[in-house]
């Protein structure tokens, strides 16, 4: 079982930048593939970026292409790096791993584990 906690969520302005941290427990870190999901008010969780266990390969979302940047360290820790922020971006943040059974990419059923999330809003 793996035990994901994200931090480093808050409040922001347009054009500000924010970066959000992901670690993970209680398992192979290191052959996990990682994805972050967001949740807007009133809308379906989506895609936001995922790395491969390797740290070989990206995916990003056409929303955050250019401003957001994931990656991963040698430890156990993952982050989104988010700049230019837009008011849309507002959303509780997920991050999540996929076992190396599982098979990774943009959609959530590829990932078995997830965190409680993190609070991003727009405070302009």
């Known amino acids: 079982q793996v035990h994901v906690v994200e931090s480093g969520g808050g409040l922001v302005q347009a054009g500000g930048s924010l970066t959000l941290s992901c670690a993970a427990s209680?398992?192979?870190?290191?052959?996990?593939?990682m994805g972050w999901f967001r949740q807007a008010p009133g809308r379906e969780r989506e895609f936001v970026a995922a790395?491969?266990?390797?740290?070989?390969?990206t995916y990003y979302a056409d929303s955050g292409k250019g401003r957001f940047t994931i990656s991963r360290d040698k430890g156990n820790k993952v982050n989104l790096q988010m700049n230019s922020l837009k008011g849309e971006d507002t959303a509780i943040y997920y991050c999540?791993?996929?076992?190396?059974?599982?098979?990774?990419?943009?959609?959530?059923?590829?990932?078995?584990?997830w965190g409680q999330g993190t609070q991003v809003t727009d405070s302009s």
């Open positions: 999540e791993a996929s076992h190396p059974s599982t098979g990774w990419g943009t959609w959530e059923t590829q990932y078995d584990y």
């Open positions: 209680g398992g192979m870190f290191s052959d996990y593939s």
């Open positions: 790395i491969r266990w390797d740290g070989g390969r």
